[in-house]
């Protein structure tokens, strides 16, 4: 998890500049090896010089093993070893061994073929240099074949000076490259991250109502896509903003009507001397008044419905609709209609997610509207059935229903169909459609039982769970 005001160009570098450290960590051990074997190879080819120098002066004709020592050589090798040179000329079996003795021999050595070994002679660090050849002539019997072997020793002071140097300017090299690199990516990752600063000086210093598009021209391909994102959310914020405007002047409109009303009423029933006159002003006033308190806790509910945080939790729906259908059966019976609740689906209840008070709202008004325009004698149905991967809650009833060109526009906030015989403001079902799609489904309108009336369904997506049973 990001700690708060990470940088990204701080997170790049933390990320990139620990990858060329061990670039160069690793280059490093490189070439130190590369510088041993350099050193080794060099050094080797000189060692090899002095032991040829050697060989070149081995003499059996005498009949005994005679070496004329290259003093001039063996000195320029001391001079350039740094140090005393070591050296030995001894026959395989031992019997003759001219030199250093106790020089180290080498685990396998073959004819003419020159082996280098690190070793310590005399307490001190030396590469040892071993030739082996055949005597010729040999100094016994001419028939048997008898071997010499030649060994050069030197410190390894020079060399290791030598590896020393070249591994010392080989870290200067990279400290080098490593700031002037870290610099160049430094100064990159500022010119590449220009955009998204030109991109915040624009949005910082925009009018607060300015909601036109971003524009993305001179903009990388990488920032597009966060732009285009931006644009989205501004024209989500805009249509929000344009709705909002919209719903208050349309609820200022609705609400000044019947508080207008309400005015009249209230001044009539105050100039009216007749009591039983001025019961019934002060009666309509009442029915005036509660018309007005739903009309604007509609209204309330519609805009907490947009704008509410959802916090959804199980809801068990036919436990939902067989609450609120006792809870409207009183109304029901008062305005003279049959209001019940049909059987459960067969199987394990219905459970949705979604926010209780939100979802009872909008059965409620399914309800108020059913009852209402239904008229005496009338039936409201409560019902809730499965479909498969939806969950419906709906209420039917028998009613006259809406004129098939209206259907497509119930919903709508404030539109109310041209054959509604009861007062109302058009709210009702807008606050349902939106409950329904906040939750992530739909309000599906359509005729009610045999072509009559109207059946108004709240279709809600089942959990995956629920779907599987």
């Known amino acids: 998890m990001r700690r708060p005001g990470w940088s990204l160009k701080r997170t790049l570098l933390a990320a990139l500049l620990p990858g060329m450290l061990c670039a160069v960590a690793v280059e490093l051990g490189l070439t130190w090896r590369t510088a041993v074997e350099a050193a080794d190879a060099a050094y080797d080819r000189s060692l090899l010089g002095a032991i040829k120098s050697i060989d070149a002066s081995i003499s059996t004709a005498s009949g005994g093993l005679a070496v004329e020592l290259p003093y001039r050589t063996l000195e320029f090798f001391e001079l350039t070893a740094s140090g005393r040179v070591h050296y030995r000329v001894a026959t395989e079996d031992g019997l003759v061994e001219i030199g250093d003795p106790g020089l180290p021999m080498p685990a396998h050595l073959r004819p003419r073929q020159p082996v280098f070994v690190d070793a310590v002679y005399e307490d001190e660090p030396v590469r040892v240099g071993s030739y082996l050849r055949n005597l010729d002539p040999p100094l ?16 390894l002071t020079s060399r290791e000076a030598f590896t020393r140097t ?9 400290v080098v490259l490593v700031l002037v690199g870290g610099l160049l990516l430094a100064a990159a990752i500022g010119w590449a991250l ?54 208050i002047d349309d609820a200022s409109h609705q609400l000044r009507t019947p508080l207008a009303t ?55 729906l036919q436990a939902l609709a067989e609450r609120l259908t006792r809870a409207w059966w009183a109304e029901a019976r008062d305005q003279g209609v049959d209001l019940g609740l049909a059987d459960p689906p ?22 108020h509207n059913a009852i209402r325009y ?40 404030f539109f109310r169909a041209s054959n509604a015989s009861a007062p109302g403001s058009g709210i009702g079902l807008a606050v349902v459609r939106s409950v329904a799609q906040r939750h992530g489904g739909r309000l599906q309108l359509e005729a009610g039982p045999q072509g009559r009336g109207l059946r108004a369904t709240i279709a809600l997506p089942l959990p995956a769970a629920e779907i599987a049973g």
């Open 140 to 155: 016994a019997d001419p028939h048997s074949a008898q071997r010499v072997i030649i060994q050069v020793a030197e410190p």
């Open 166 to 174: 070249l591994v010392v300017q080989a870290v200067s090299r990279d």
């Open 194 to 247: 220009q955009p998204l600063a030109r991109l915040r000086q624009e949005v910082a210093t925009r009018d607060p109502l300015d909601m036109t598009p971003l524009a993305d021209t001179d903009m990388p391909a990488d920032v597009r896509p966060l732009i285009a994102a931006l644009n989205q959310h501004v024209a989500r914020t805009r249509s929000v903003m344009e709705e909002r405007a919209r719903f």
């Open 262 to 316: 309400l005015n009249t009423l209230l001044g009539f029933a105050l100039r009216e001397p007749d009591p039983a006159r001025q019961r019934d002003a002060l009666l309509a006033l009442k029915q005036q008044l509660d018309d007005t308190v739903r009309q604007t806790n509609q209204m309330l509910a519609l805009a907490r419905a947009d704008s509410m945080t959802l916090q959804p939790e199980a809801v068990p």
């Open 346 to 367: 067969e199987g394990e209840p219905m459970v949705v997610q979604a926010q209780p008070g939100l979802l009872q709202e909008a059965l409620s008004n399914l309800l």
């Open 374 to 413: 239904c008229g005496r004698g009338g039936h409201v149905t409560v019902q809730v059935t499965r479909q498969g991967g939806e969950a419906w809650l709906s209420v039917s009833d028998d009613g006259p229903g809406i004129p098939p060109g209206e259907m497509a526009r119930l919903g709508e906030r």
